[in-house]
């Protein structure tokens, strides 16, 4: 098995990451994001581009750095920490790899930060890519595409759209279905934002009769899935990662406040009901840290093969970041809660990474599957 603790370039880059976002991409910038109605900081997502995050997953000879999905994994640790919003799941992971294959002429602008991408999947309230509905009916060379999407990560800001779409068959079939590459200004596409509790950029998608070429197809006609599932696993393993670094995030606070918080002349965190509860959690996210690591690892190695660990990080991570922040929110008490303390948008991240790119249910069926249960 390979070592799940940080090479010394993990390391380094992990050191340097933690200390750009917590200069620059604090719990105080989200806040300012919000209280202004930005979905994330422009300028700070340039800086994330000059620095190579944005091209993590960028071949080389696209003008990127990569760094592979441990080193991608690591970024989103940290991000998860501070909570720093930008479209680097969208883009530079799930995106980059969905288009490697095809050496698109987009990857380059997706490793200078230039081009943002949104994945258009989910039609429903749970993440199911095979049973997309939208059709893509056949139009002389081309096709045209009429429906909705929803639950868009990063589709209100989005340059561009990686949409998956019906060419044959009926939903749930896994066969039947194309990935399309398209602009986000084409016409009949209409985007409306989505009031996120995290605050973050979501919309739901309507396209009406919206043409697309052959040369907007990515991967082969009916066999979208497989085109899409290097860029789905690579995501999926990404927000395990973030969820991991929230749930981090949020324990550091918890454990700084009852070093701080006073009860009956000591502090709270002499209780030992507490700190086996501390304890407990602390156990729990490094299990969960050893999990993404694993995920990352055999991303690099054995792609094709990764999903089980990737599934296993992700249902792990949305358990552990439960557990980080209900425990959060009772061991701070009733400020954990208000919009005051910063506490509440870690609890608020969670739930929405919880059910993004598929729930614990989705994932922890997938690994049991696997298993022959």
Known sequence: MDKLSDSEDETLLRDAARGFLDQFAP???????????????????????????????????????????????????????????????????????????????????????????????DEGAKHNPAATALPATADGNGFRLTGHKTFVADGASASRLLVLARTSGK??????????????????????????????????????SVNATGEDVVGDVDNGLAALAPGLRAGQAALAAELSGLSAGISAMTIGYLKERKQFGRTIGSFQALQHRAAHLFAEIEVTASAIAAAGRALDSDPANAQTLVSLAKARATQTAKLAVMEGVQMHGGIGMTDDYDAGFFMKRARVGAEWLGDYGHHAAIVAESRGL
């Not at 095809?102 to 943002?116: K, Q, R, Y």
């Open 171 to 208: 939903p749930g079939d896994p066969l039947g279905l194309t990935l399309f590459d398209i602009d986000a200004a084409r016409a009949g596409l209409d985007t409306d934002p989505i009031q996120s509790i995290d605050s973050r950029d979501f919309a739901r998608i309507d396209f009406d």
């Open 27 to 121: 719990l105080s910038v989200l806040r300012k994001n919000r209280d202004a109605g930005r979905d994330y900081a422009p300028e700070l997502w340039a800086e994330m581009a000059q620095m190579g995050w944005a091209g993590v997953m960028v071949p080389e000879s696209h003008g990127g750095a990569d760094m592979g999905h441990r080193a991608a994994g690591i970024l989103s640790e940290e991000m998860g920490r501070t909570l720093a919003a930008s479209p680097f799941l969208s883009s530079a992971v799930i995106a980059a790899n969905a288009l490697r294959a095809s050496a698109s002429d987009h990857l380059a602008a997706i490793a200078s930060g230039e081009t943002t991408y949104a994945l258009a999947i």
